[in-house]
C-alpha cells in the first residue's frame, strides 16, 4: 500500500482505528476522518507509534453536518491531490430519534447520507487516482423492505428498525453506485465486519446497556472486525471487483430488497435530493 491514499471515517475507535492501523502497517498515507480532536490526537499517535508509519494524518469533520462534509471534502482537496481508498466506516446506532443540522434524522444521516455525500464529493479526486476503491461498512442487520415514508422514522422511531433500514439503504446505495461507477476505474463494495466489540451502542442506558453488555461479551474483538475492510482496502484479489457485499473476506447475499434496482435508483434520487446533489451526474 505504499504511495497509497487511504481515508478512513471514525478512525479513532472500534473497527475503524484497527482499519487505520493496519493500512498504516501496510505503508499506506491514512488520513484519519474523526469528530472529536482529543480522541483523534490520542488515536493518531498510537498507531503512528505501533506502526511506525510517519504519513498519518487527522482530519475533523462532523458526518452528520453537511457542511462539515463539504469542508472536509475542500480541505482534503488543498492537501492531496490524490486519494485511492475511501473507507466509510463511522456509524451509529441510537436509542432515540434526534435531528441534525440540516433537519434529517441522524442514524439515516451519518449512517446512510454521508457516505452517499462523502464519496460523490470525492469522485474526481478518486477518479485521478484509479484504480480506486470506496469501501462502505454496512451490516447484516436489514430489513426485508424500503418503505420511503418510514426512512426518517418521522412518526415512530425504532432504534433497531432505524439502524436496520440506514444499513440496507447503505447496501442499496453502493450497488447502484457501482452500477453507475462501471468501467470508470473506481470499484466500491460493502461488507458486515461480524459482531464486534467496540463502542457502537455507548449511549445505550439503563437494563439494555446491561443487557447488552452481556451479549458483547461474545463479541469478536475489533482486530477481527476490522478484517474485511483490510481485505477490501488492499487486497488484489478483489483488483475490480465491484458492487459486492462481503463478510469474513467473501462474497455473501445481503437481503433480496438490495438488489431491487428500482427501490435503489428511487433512494438514489432521495439521497441526492437531501444532500442537494442533483447537478453531480456519475
Ligand atoms: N460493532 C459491531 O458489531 C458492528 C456490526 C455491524 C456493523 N458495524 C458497523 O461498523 C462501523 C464501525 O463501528 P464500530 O463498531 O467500530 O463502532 P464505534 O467504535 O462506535 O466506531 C464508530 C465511529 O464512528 C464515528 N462517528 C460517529 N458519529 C460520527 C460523526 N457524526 N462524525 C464523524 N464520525 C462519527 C465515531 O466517532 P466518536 O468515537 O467520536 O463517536 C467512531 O469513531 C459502523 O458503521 C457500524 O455500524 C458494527
Redesign the pocket.
Known sequence: MKEKICVV????????KITALELAKLGATVVM????EG?GEEARSEIKTESGNESIDLML????SQQSIRQFVLDYQKKYDKLHVLIN?????LTKRYETVDGIERVFA??TLAPFLLSNLLLNTLKKSIPARIIN?A?SVQTTSINFDKLQSKKYFRSWKAYSRS?TALILITYEFARRLSGSGITINCL??G??K???T?NYKGIIKFFTKIIFGF?QS?EE?AVTSIYLASSPEVEGVSGKYFINKKEANSKDITYDTSVAKKLWDVCANLTKLNHINT
Do not use: E
Open positions: 471515517t471514525g478512525a479513532n475507535s472500534g473497527i475503524g476522518l474523526c469528530l472529536d480522541q469533520a462532523d458526518l452528520s466506516n463511522a456509524g451509529v446506532n451519518i449512517n461498512v451490516s444499513k458486515h465486519p459482531f464486534t467496540t463502542n457502537i455507548h463479541a475489533p472486525g
